[in-house]
């Protein structure tokens, strides 16, 4: 399957790797980020026409809807969203400061819902599409210093369900892929003992990898998963079983 994809933050990490993939695989790919970088770079180069980038904040939501509008005017619609953008600050909840949580509420949850929003409207007028939110193994499990962001990602598994029921009858599937610990930039501070204990108690043995997770995304997103909706597939080799 094949047609317009927009991912945000796709500059590095796992929307890097989805950015790729996508279009090897055959889609054309929109994204955005807040700086251009050697990956958008490269790949404006070598994509050509098939892959669009904007400098954008993911908390700006009328810079969102602008770009939605964008995507579907110069690409003739959009077919998949993945939302993918997403910042973390760790803290003790009752010392965080204000101005990080809100940060968080406006990025990882208020910006998904506006951009899906926009997006859905493009899907609705031509006959239906696919949503997939990159949630998080803090959405199903309590852990210390990230109670904020655990909030927003478990509102985006919520916003999953209601909007699959919701959205069902146009022809668009909703879905969550929630992926456990895994090398990106929200982890690169992780250090070197902790992810050895991370894996250690990983039932798999090793922790996931961004192609993993990007593999739960292809999956979702293909005709093997055309029955798929409202659900959320959990990619942390068996460490929240």
Not at 7 to 33: E, I, K, P, Y
Not at 74 to 101: C, S, W, Y
Request: glycine share 12%; charged share 20%; hydrophobic share 45%.
């Amino acid at each position: 399957m094949s047609g317009v994809a927009l991912v945000s933050g796709g500059s590095r990490g796992l929307g890097r790797v989805l950015v790729r993939q996508l279009l090897d695989d055959g889609w054309r790919v929109a994204t955005f980020s807040r700086t251009l970088n050697d990956f958008i770079a490269d790949t404006l180069r070598s994509a050509g026409d098939r892959f669009h980038w904007a400098s954008l904040d993911a908390a700006d939501g009328d810079a969102l809807r602008g770009f939605a509008r964008d995507v579907a005017a110069r690409m003739g619609g959009i077919d998949l969203l993945v939302n993918n953008a997403a910042v973390l600050h760790k803290g003790l909840f009752a010392t965080m400061p204000q101005v990080e949580a809100v940060r968080m509420v406006e990025t990882n949850l208020l910006g998904p819902i506006v951009l899906t929003q926009a997006c859905v409207r493009e899907m609705t007028r031509t006959g239906g599409g696919q949503v997939v939110n990159i949630s998080s193994i803090n959405s199903r499990r309590g852990y210390r210093g990230v109670a904020v962001y655990t909030a927003t990602k478990a509102g985006l598994d919520g916003f999953t369900r209601a909007l699959a029921v919701e959205l069902g009858a146009f022809g668009i599937r909703v879905n969550s892929v929630v992926p456990g610990f895994f090398d990106s930039e929200l982890t690169a501070s992780v250090s070197a003992e902790h992810r050895e204990r991370i894996a250690k108690r990983t039932p798999l043995g090793a922790v996931a990898t961004a192609a993993d997770v990007a593999g739960a995304v292809l999956y979702l997103v293909s005709p093997a998963a055309s029955a798929v909706t409202g659900q959320t597939l959990v990619v942390d080799g068996g460490i929240s079983c």
